[in-house]
């Protein structure tokens, strides 16, 4: 079998920025190589001076390991010669800071009237609302997908950036941050209706035990609404193919083309146009792919077998996918040997993309 080897890669032409829009999301299944993708595009893209940042929204994130660079949870320049930053979205923290990512006591009365002190505490547990011992029961529903849509939010709107790349989490959980409008409209409707029951009670025992009974559950209820009006701004920018190319990430395999079709049909639903679709990691000479003698050894399909084999299977998955493909502009990355990260091999699959 002859073994697949990367040698230097100096003869590829990379591209110097990219034509794109001002927002480049990759979505997929997990581990088809969307952090990788996102990566090579963002640093193509801050190659011609665009402020370019890159957030991986991915809660296995490798954004870091792939630009060789350390990436916070806020956004930070990491390269001196091109103006590149990155951030790497940690749901987690980001409702550290209080409910769906808010500050501390930011839902004010609500969260008093609801059992707790502003919300982030209470004699309850952590989140008196969504907590397990909360008046909702249970956790809060897509509590971490809005914390982490939150931060998206700021980044996306944020002025010192001309382009924004994208590296969402696996398809699932991309889906549910689309979705969270809905889910924020049935929360409301859910606070509302605690409100209505127990407002009265609550009224008569905080005059009872001398309390001014100074409650504004408004307050609480404005920034949930305020949360949901911005998300709905982000979906009309997804859905603006003049703002956003939306580009999902595939690999030539069956599972992997079944994945991309619902993904398909669901953004479809949603009115988000899918503008690139990319296959990665092909068994196909990069010199084919590239349009360009380039010193990067590829499989040999006469030689190897199982390399034969393998890329036979592409082209069977490949043949199945002609419906997914058509009316998409379609960009190939051949698979290399060596794990890709750090400029060497970013610009080889920025070349790809371009």
Known sequence: MTELDVEAVDQVTTPDGIDAPDYVLYGGKGGVGKTTCA??????????????????????????????ANIGATPTRIREDVPLFAAEIDPEAAMGDGPLGMEEGALGGLGEMLGGEGMPGGPGGDDPVGGEDGLLGGSMPGADEAAAMRLLLQYVDDDRFDRVVIDTAPTGHTLRLLELPETMD???????????????????????????GDVDPEAGIEDLQELSDRIEHLRAILRDPTKTDFR?????????????ERLLDQLEAFGIPVGTIVVNRLMQDPKE????????????????????????????????SQDLFRGHEVRRVPLLAEEVHGERLLSVVAACLD
């Not at 590239?290 to 590829?298: F, N, Q």
């Open 39 to 68: 990566a090579a595009t963002a640093l193509a893209s801050a190659r011609d001076g665009t402020e370019t940042l890159v957030v991986s929204t991915d809660p296995a994130h490798s954004l870091s390991d792939t630009l060789e």
């Open 186 to 212: 049935s929360m409301v409707g859910k606070i509302l209706q605690l409100r209505e029951r127990f407002s009265g009670m609550l009224g008569n025992l905080t005059g009872m035990f001398g309390d001014d």
């Open 248 to 260: 999902v990430v595939m690999v030539p395999e069956e599972l992997s083309v079944v994945e991309s």
């Open 289 to 320: 792919i590239l349009g360009e003698d380039v010193d990067i050894e590829g499989p040999n399909h006469a030689d190897c077998s199982f390399c034969a084999r393998r890329w036979d299977v592409q082209q069977e998955a490949l043949r199945r």
